[in-house]
């Protein structure tokens, strides 16, 4: 396995970074994950100007330009003979002093890695979600990015696995559904399509906004809503999106059913057409 390291390739094991890097102290640091496709990083450009605007509101420098860098992340796919894969590119402030201070650390870390792509069958996945205890902030302008510091969504993640289900459920501090551990939310109520704002707490979900975006051109009303627990319970369905599976249906929230709907497998075969389509354009 190749990574890609501070601007060169290098074998996966030799692929190592400071025991003083921000990023492993401190998760000073942004990351991105997103979707390759017959070697196609899908959605390039959206998942750049997240990262872009993560790294301004963090005050961190980005060390090489988005061009170059979807190329090398392209190359990689070769090397590795991974075509279809999970790209992961992550952004620490580097090496500093110690302590919370960032002085001194003026040269940023940058890894590009590939891993194995869950496979896009024929129909969506199907989860169960579990409600966790941990409570999103809202109002911090934080969650707007994607930050190396995770470990609220860890802890949700294994919370929800300690009772079988596939994935967290994160509500905010005034009890408002915010999002998934590592997924935005939707759910449908009499033929409208709901999802939280980004006002909750919610990340702004590169595969949120192309639902909205391909709802919002006539395919079906949409509304920003703010909800308790209780709305998702009584949906008509409910399903999570994502940047590496796209799109997966709900069908359990705190092991009380929910009903699937035949347009969230419209919604996902129009994202995995439109997936296809930025392949063949760009290959």
């Not at 003083?20 to 640091?29: I, P």
């Not at 450009?45 to 997240?50: C, F, G, S, V």
């Not at 909750?200 to 949120?208: D, F, H, K, S």
């Not at 192309?210 to 709802?215: K, Q, R, T």
């Amino acid at each position: 396995m190749m990574v890609f390291l501070n601007g060169q390739f290098v074998p996966a094991e030799q692929a190592v970074v400071s025991a003083f890097d921000r990023g492993f102290l401190y998760g000073d640091g942004i990351f991105e994950t997103l979707r390759m496709m017959g070697g196609v990083p899908l959605d390039w450009e959206e998942h750049w100007r997240r990262l872009a605007s993560g790294a301004e509101m963090l005050k961190l420098k980005v060390p090489f330009a988005s061009d170059f860098l979807r190329a090398q992340a392209r190359d990689l796919s070769p090397q590795n003979e991974l075509p279809d894969a999970i790209l992961r590119l992550t952004l620490s402030r580097g090496v500093g002093q110690r302590g919370y201070s960032p002085r001194g650390a003026d040269t940023p870390t940058l890894v590009m890695s590939l891993h194995p792509a869950p496979e896009l069958g024929p129909r969506a996945p199907q989860w169960r979600l579990h409600t966790s205890s941990r409570r999103v902030t809202e109002g911090d302008a934080l969650t707007a990015c994607k930050s190396a510091n995770k470990l609220l969504h860890v802890l949700a993640r294994a919370e929800a696995e300690a009772v079988g289900a596939e994935e967290a459920l994160l509500l905010n501090t005034r009890g408002e559904v915010v999002e998934a551990a590592s997924a935005n939310v939707f759910w449908i109520e009499g033929g409208t399509l709901h999802t939280p704002p980004i006002s909750a707490g919610a990340l702004p979900g590169i595969t949120r906004a192309w639902v909205l975006d391909w709802a919002s051109s006539g395919k079906l009303p949409t509304i920003e809503s703010r909800a308790g627990l209780d709305r998702l319970l009584r949906a008509d369905a409910c399903f999570l999106t994502l940047s590496s599976w796209g799109l997966i249906e709900v069908t359990a929230i705190d092991n009380q059913a929910v009903p699937t709907s035949l347009l969230t497998s419209v919604i996902r075969e129009r994202l995995l057409a439109c997936w296809r389509r930025q392949v063949k354009r760009l290959e």
